[in-house]
């Protein structure tokens, strides 16, 4: 009992827990992918720029390596900074993607070349971003600065403010501040119970002038909902590890010699009583305004009355007196609808014996009443 009790909520844990760095580890695999290829790809014209003695011969390899490293630039969107420098930080090639705001999901990879001794080493720094999630954000932003470029411009805040707190629905957003040129803070609204992840800022322009700044911060909401998980699960699966150790020890004492029967077919349907069914489903769909009794039904079509109602509930998923019930009440919202008959013949008319039990089960399907129906839905 003790040691199943320790592993459920421990398990648990250690699941939460890969989930919350499995992002980044994904981030980081990748980042040691590209850097792999990028120094496999540039290694040679490299070497070839170490050895070069004269400076014009080392500046043309150098071209050239550039070249090669743009083609990597252009396959990946997600390289925010690339860098390749010697020992004595002499830099050989160096791209900043220069983005005015944070990225998120950023990663640094440093990887050393392979040199032969007796040149100057070489290193690789990249550092990569999760661009799909940095073009959200941006679309958020300019979605954002439309709609409130014009009320900032006439002085309209109760607009901004209206605005403001739709877009803190998206789960995504835990605070947007909007200041006019001067900086003064004109609406703000914060969701505390997110934890900020990274802030996005933009300007409000208004015919070539700023007018004022939005800065949107974004949460990454899948992790802050595990993190919170985390501490809620731990208690609760001790409590039902302990539930389910005494429940164990109870039938190990209780119940020694029995054991589930993994053959088990009694929940199986042939293809003999497949027919049967239909059969009696055939009947059912031509005869529900009529008495239709489970032990005629059974006789019918050659089960046993049991068998017969166990046997329809697997095969269509309800019971045989609610699959009457439904054709009959489709029936009778037909008639309500289409004739102005009473509601006591279209009961009798259906199949029902009394308006009593047409009311009851009307209601329970429909949940509203036959005459409240007839009164939202006459088409006559």
Known sequence: MTVFSIMLPLTIAAIIVLLIKNENFQWRERGERIADQIISATGPELFRCLRASKYEHREAIKDN?????????????????????????????????????ATPGE??????????FGLDQARLTMILFDNDRYKKMENIADVIISANTAPLWD???????????????????SKITVKDENGFTICEKNNSSLGEDIHLSKPFIHEKKMIGTLTINFSNNSLVRLKRS???????????????????????????????NQNNSAW??????????????????????????????????GLNRDNLGRYFLIYTGVKISEYINRLRIEDAKFKISNSDHKILDIALAVGYDNVGTFNRVFTELEKTSPSEYRRKNTVI
């Open 230 to 260: 985390f501490y809620l699960l731990i208690p609760l699966s001790m409590i039902i590890a302990l539930i389910l150790s005494f429940l164990l020890i109870y039938l190990i004492k209780n119940f020694p010699g029995k054991r589930p």
């Open 65 to 101: 390596l550039k070249t090669d490293m743009d083609c990597f630039i252009r396959k990946s969107e997600n390289i925010r900074v690339l860098e390749i420098a010697l020992s004595n930080n002499d830099i050989l090639f160096y791209y900043n993607r220069n983005l005015k705001n």
């Open 268 to 301: 199986k349907i042939s293809a003999d009583t497949e027919l049967k069914i239909n059969k009696a489903i055939e009947y059912i769909n031509s005869n529900y305004s009529r008495n239709i009794s489970r032990d005629g039904l059974a006789l019918m079509v």
């Open 155 to 173: 002085y309209d805040y109760d607009v901004i403010e209206n605005n403001i707190t739709s877009f803190m629905k998206d789960d995504n957003i």
């Open 107 to 116: 990663v640094t990879i440093k990887k050393q070349y392979h040199i032969p």
